[in-house]
């Protein structure tokens, strides 16, 4: 195993209303409150991290912007790259995003709802972009998760065609809930497409990310590690360790 890469780790800071939260599957309202985002993200920054994934939860359910919140977390997560999701939709939205200092930016609802857009965001901004694939089963989640965003496989085949550079695969029923990650899911989008895939939603335990960790060889770059990281459930430092062994 030495010589495969290491497991990429994102911590996640997850923005509504201006402060770190952390959501159960997704949903508004189940909201726990974790404090200054910039601390959240110092935080990781102080474990090791290399990445930090960033949400704009109420843009992505379409109530407001936490846009000087997240250009401030940004700011002050000095030397460590940042992927940003969360309510970018159109031009102006992705433009505003990769200015603010994102490494990287997922487009969730629009590469469903307006696919040419997501292939033209694509063509011209490359590695810069991912696609979120979140899913209940094998039917997307889109809006917030509130909507369904139609056939995981039909979506991602257009993807494919449009040449889209990265995924990020969430089981919406796991995320939050620490009930472990879904690896028949990440495995059967694996299967389909050379791209590289970033795992998230349902993360536990060290054991899980393990499992994760096997998986790179066949196609898996990354996790988003969210609540078990806020519940103490192990450190990022831990996770870290065992992400690159």
Known sequence: MTNTPALV?????????????????????????HGDPADAAADWVAQGAEWIHLVDLDAAFGRGSNVDVIRRVIAQADGVKIELSGGIRDDPSLENALESGATR?????AALENPEWAAQAIERFGDAIAVGLDVRGTTLAARGWTEDGGDLWEVLARLEDAGCARYVVTD??????????????????MQ???????????????????????????????????????????????ALAVASN
């Open 105 to 109: 930016v997922n487009l969730g609802t």
């Open 9 to 33: 780790l994102l911590p996640a800071v997850d923005i509504a209303d201006g402060q770190a939260v952390r959501l159960t599957q997704g949903q508004a309202g189940t909201e726990t409150n």
């Open 192 to 238: 389909r497409t050379t791209k590289p895939v970033v795992a998230s939603g349902g993360i536990s335990s060290l054991d899980d990310l393990t499992e994760l960790r096997a998986l790179v060889p066949a196609g898996l770059e990354g996790a988003i590690v969210g609540r078990a990281l806020y519940a103490g459930a192990f450190t990022l430092v831990e």
């Open 172 to 189: 919406v029923t796991k995320d939050g809930t620490l009930k472990g990650p879904n690896v028949d899911l990440l495995k059967q989008v």
